[in-house]
């Protein structure tokens, strides 16, 4: 019995009230009336007939009541749309937010590469590694023995880093990127030719012999307009002949989110690339594996049948004379398998992920500002609802029912929320997107809503209903009905929403200075760096970088083709000067080496690691390799001796100019001119100091001047690689692109030429971050502020509204209009003041977590502090003003009338 | 007086539904009867549980097609916990009009040549 009981439970409550007690006594005569007749079989007839009945006839009725709440609540809302439209736009704007910032965390930290069945994918290391997932010791022979002699894995590949080459098509010559895979890559993850078709095992039998390539479909589109004849064309990779034998299709970008390559060329292939090397690698690691697991086959039981093949393949290679302690290593080898199904993150999502956490911090805030405004919203509606709640209660309504009813009618609201803001959302994704991709390493993120999005908006919405649904339905139908069912002058029903409703507003006010207290100080931070003294002359220079080893020169022809560049460009008109060198000018990149001054011990800890803040660091100075003309170019002052010079060249002594924290490090107040240092011990008297520059930036804006120094790159033969030419222009730089282009090309237009750009917008680029963050995060206390006001300005119409009478005998007994107006600002200001005073308490709790990511600004900032309560109290005296006018126009006779 | 309702609107009836509408038309009765009475007529061809009768038993209700008995019958016959249906007149002329929709539909199938009953075992 107590088990009917308990399936009576699955019909709604009301249906029970009804009929329960009938259902259970009728139930109970057919249990005797089947064991009368026939006993065991008969009652498990019934029983099954039973559950049937109720799993057909519950649902049916739940279905019956929310359709009958449903066409109730729409029948209410109707009546009100100014209610309906100002909760649904606020719940679409927190709703909203949040799909967005989420979808970027998704796309960031959650999707799954786009090939069938990912999670059958795992990165294949031996022990000893760590992160990154893909760093291991397992040699080609190794490689091939777990290949062959396994029966858990469907296939194996790897594949290397993104490298840099030149591409030749038809005449032009550019930069692309070109990743090296083993022949069983595509048929491991799966994917399929879109045109023509990819690497198969056969394109990876002979080292050279497969001049083969597949191209992205991105690619494909950019340069042949996704022409179905470049399928067979040829293509030249660093001079080398290859064919494009077919497309990769659109999403694919192989198995490193956030890089696309455009091309996709055997393993076999790699003597053509630059830094590949034309040695036999079977004896140095492979670069990244990749498995997949056979349907049905765990991480765990591959892992163990593997590390069996490891150390057999790796005692075999040991021979028979093994001592103990090597057999002993041997036996600790083991396969370790990690999940590959997100592919392998890499730099810029993981810089992204920092500011990805607050900003959803940020988010959540106005998600509550908006859900606090529509619960304003809902319990001045269901003080106004009242009598009618009443009297339905008074007529037999249960409780339940009622609260169900209310709770229907948020539903509505939430799902009519949820739908705008997945609208706003998904209109909002190019916008964060370009926002996102502004720098000089685009972050190539595929934005788009998808289930997980979906889920998530759905359950966003679904916490905001109870969020704001639920007190207000409870309190509606509870308590003392007889304030509820009368009007009073003075205290009583109507202040109870109003108390509620001041507590909200409070709470929003308070909201709202956290989240625009932390976009303050991100702008702050902005723009402290944003105007950082480079040191150097930023505006006025292009850049533009040529690699001659991809167009496959020696190293020895390099100086002489870059003179030559030099010289082409400074004949150009609206070229001022010319200059080149490789590192620093905060393109983030640069290069170090420990330095050994002559007479001088070194001091404890320097050209060696120390734990910095960011991390170890090695202690050694900076270095740029450039031309004579340098200093010049980018106006840095030369403060002691000289700069470089034309004359400081391969067949003179070497030279070399430091910055002041160089000489102040080393030197102290000594003059450095004439002292010598040099690569290492042995060598410190290899150059000697000419010059002393000012300090400039080298890496970024945020960090301080590193110790550096700069050398002639006619000196030195490690700069005869890629470079840097700067050329500052006398009108603006930009324009000056093309022309610098052609130039380059007239002295080999093999040339790959890349990177073109103002020097401003490197820098700019250098500041992506901090503007992106100052960006979101002041868009998003924008959006706290005009909810949170709505929602004081829709509780003082509402407050003068129930107050109408009172102000109405204030104003027969003389009341004038001002006391009237300072009665209800009075009432806003004093919310206000004491929302902004919590407001307060809550940002200096909040800003202690992002106080690691500011500069030239504190956590505590009191001049942050300040403007941004001056701003709340300006716009929220602009949202009491209406109401407040609203107020004096009441004409007291009629108001006392009503009363 | 409310409006005249037109019974049509009610049809077609699910055959469960138009049984317990019959069963009733035969006499008041509480839950229990109606499941037995239904089980009877059909020969066990209809066999209601619980959860499906009072589903149908609340959508009559709401349908004004039968009542709840506020008097009771007479006191030999009478179960004084129960509650007991009554067919309303409304609910009278629902039955009769669904009864006269099934005779022409069987009459019209058996004026079909294909269905006609010649020997073959329906």
Redesign the interface.
């Known amino acids: 019995m107590r088990l009917f009981r308990w399936l009576l439970r699955l ?1 709604p409550f009301d ?1 029970r009230g ?2 329960g007690t ?2 259970e ?3 109970d ?2 249990r005797a009336a089947a064991r009368r007749r026939g006993g065991r079989m008969t009652l498990v007839k019934l029983w099954a ?2 559950l ?7 649902p ?2 739940h279905l019956d009541d929310l359709r009958r709440d449903t066409a109730y609540a729409l029948r209410m809302m109707r009546r009100s749309p100014g209610f309906v439209a100002t909760a649904v736009l606020s719940l679409a704007l927190g709703i909203g937010a949040n799909t967005a910032v989420f979808s970027l965390i998704d796309a960031v930290w959650l999707r799954t590469l786009p090939v069938p069945s990912p999670e059958e994918l795992v990165f294949v290391q031996d022990t000893g590694t760590r992160t990154p997932k893909t760093h291991h010791n397992i040699t080609l022979p190794l490689y091939e023995h777990l290949r062959d002699g396994n029966t858990v894995l469907r296939s194996l590949c790897f594949f290397g880093a993104l490298t840099p080459v030149s591409i030749t098509i038809g005449s032009a010559s550019e930069l692309a990127k070109v990743q090296q895979v083993s022949g069983t890559f595509f048929e491991t993850l799966r994917v399929h030719a879109l045109l023509g078709r990819t690497l198969t095992r056969g394109d990876d039998r002979v080292t050279g012999g497969h001049p083969v390539a597949v191209m992205s479909d991105a690619y494909w589109h950019r340069q042949f307009s996704r022409d179905p004849s470049a399928i067979g064309q040829p293509v030249v990779i660093n001079g080398t002949a290859f064919t494009i034998v077919g497309v990769t299709p659109p999403g694919f970008s192989g198995v490193i989110p956030g890089e696309r390559p455009d091309f996709f060329v055997p393993w076999v292939m790699r003597t053509v690339m630059p830094f590949g090397g034309t040695r036999d690698a079977r004896e140095d690691p492979l670069p990244s594996i990749v498995a997949r697991l056979d349907s049905g086959v765990s991480e765990r039981r591959a892992a163990i049948q593997l590390t069996a093949l490891l150390q057999q393949a790796l005692a075999t290679e040991a021979g028979s004379q093994l001592s103990p302690e090597r057999r002993a290593r041997l036996t600790r080898q083991r396969v370790e398998l990690s999940s590959a199904s997100r592919g392998l993150t890499s730099g810029p999502q993981a810089e992204l992920s920092e500011r990805l956490g607050m900003l959803m911090g940020v988010v959540a805030l106005v998600l509550f500002i908006a859900c606090g405004n529509v619960a304003g919203l809902l319990l001045a509606r269901a003080s106004a609802r009242a009598p009618e709640v009443a009297l339905r209660l008074a007529q037999g309504a249960t409780r339940q029912r009622l609260i169900r009813q209310l709770l229907t009618e948020s539903l509505l609201l939430a799902l009519a929320g949820g739908l705008l803001g997945l609208l706003l959302a998904t209109w909002s994704l190019p916008l964060l997107e370009t926002l996102l991709s502004g720098g000089h390493r685009p972050l190539n993120l595929d934005l788009r809503l998808n289930v997980h999005v979906a889920i998530f908006v759905g359950a966003v919405s679904g916490a905001s209903v109870l969020l704001f649904g639920l007190v207000p339905a409870l309190r509606a139908t509870a308590g003392d009905l007889t304030p509820l069912t009368k009007r009073h002058l003075g205290k009583g029903g109507g202040y109870g929403p109003i108390r509620w409703g001041n507590l909200l507003v409070v709470a929003q006010v308070a909201l709202s200075m956290a989240a625009l207290v932390v976009a303050g100080l991100f702008l702050r931070t902005f723009q402290e760096l944003g105007r950082l003294d480079t040191g150097f002359r930023r505006d006025q220079v292009l850049l533009a970088s040529t690699d001659p080893r991809l167009a496959g020169y020696s190293p020895q022809r390099i100086p002489v083709t870059y003179e030559e560049i030099l010289r082409r460009l400074r004949h150009l008109p609206g070229v001022i000067s010319v200059s080149l060198g490789r590192q620093g000018l905060v393109s983030g990149g640069g290069t170090s080496g420990s330095v050994a001054v002559a007479g001088r011990a070194p001091l404890p800890g320097e050209n060696d690691f120390v734990d910095e803040p960011e991390g170890r660091v090695l202690n050694v100075p900076m270095f740029s390799q450039v031309s004579a003309d340098y200093f010049k170019v980018l106006e840095i002052p030369i403060l002691r001796g000289r700069g470089l010079l034309a004359t400081d060249d391969a067949h003179a002594p070497r030279v070399a100019v430091i910055n002041e924290t160089f000489a102040r490090y080393y030197f102290g107040n000594e003059d450095p001119i004439g002292r010598r240092f040099g690569g290492g011990v042995e060598t410190s008297s290899e150059i000697e100091i000419v010059g002393v520059a000012r300090d400039v930036k080298y890496h970024s804006m945020r960090e301080p001047v590193p110790r550096a120094y700069y050398i002639p790159y006619l000196q030195w033969s490690s700069s005869w690689r890629e470079t840097t030419f700067q050329i500052r222009t006398r009108g603006n730089a930009s324009g000056m692109a093309d022309t610098v282009r052609r130039a380059i090309a007239t002295v080999d237009p093999t040339l790959p030429v890349y990177d073109v750009k103002a020097l401003t917008q490197q820098i700019d680029a250098s500041l992506l971050q901090e503007r992106v963050a100052a960006t979101l995060t002041s868009l998003f206390g924008m959006l706290a502020l005009i909810l949170a006001s709505v929602g004081l300005y829709g509780l003082l119409s509402y407050a003068v509204s129930q107050r109408t009478g009172e102000i109405g005998v204030r104003m027969a007994l003389g009341a004038a209009a001002g006391d009237v107006r300072r009665l209800v600002i009075g009432h806003g200001m004093r919310l206000v003041a004491l929302g902004t005073a919590a407001g307060v308490l809550l940002a200096l709790l909040t800003t202690r977590m992002v106080a690691s990511q500011l500069y030239g600004v504190t956590p505590t900032d009191p001049a942050t502090f300040v403007m941004v309560a001056l701003i709340l109290l300006s716009v929220a005296i602009a949202a009491c003003a209406s109401p407040a006018h609203r107020a004096t126009r009441i004409d007291p006779i009629r108001a006392l009338r009503v009363e | 007086m409310p409006p005249k309702r037109d019974p049509e609107t009610h049809l077609p009836l699910t055959p469960a539904l138009f049984h317990v509408l019959v069963t009733l038309a035969d006499g008041d009765k509480h ?2 009867a109606i ?1 037995r009475d239904v089980e009877q007529r059909t020969a066990g061809e209809v ?9 149908i ?2 959508r009559l209700l709401a349908d004004g097609l039968i009542g709840e008995v506020r008097t009771r019958p007479a006191a030999s016959v009478d179960d004084q ?3 007991y249906y009554r067919l309303t007149p409304f609910g009278r002329q629902v039955a009769l009009a669904e009864t006269a929709r099934l005779e022409r539909a069987s009459a019209m199938a058996r004026a079909t040549r294909g269905l006609r009953l010649g020997g073959v075992k329906a």
């Open positions: 019909f249906f009804d009929f009938e259902m006594e009728v139930f005569e057919q007939r039973t049937l009945g109720v799993v057909r006839t519950a049916r009725e | 839950g229990y499941l066999l209601l549980s619980t959860g499906t009768l009072y589903g038993i609340k916990r129960r509650r």
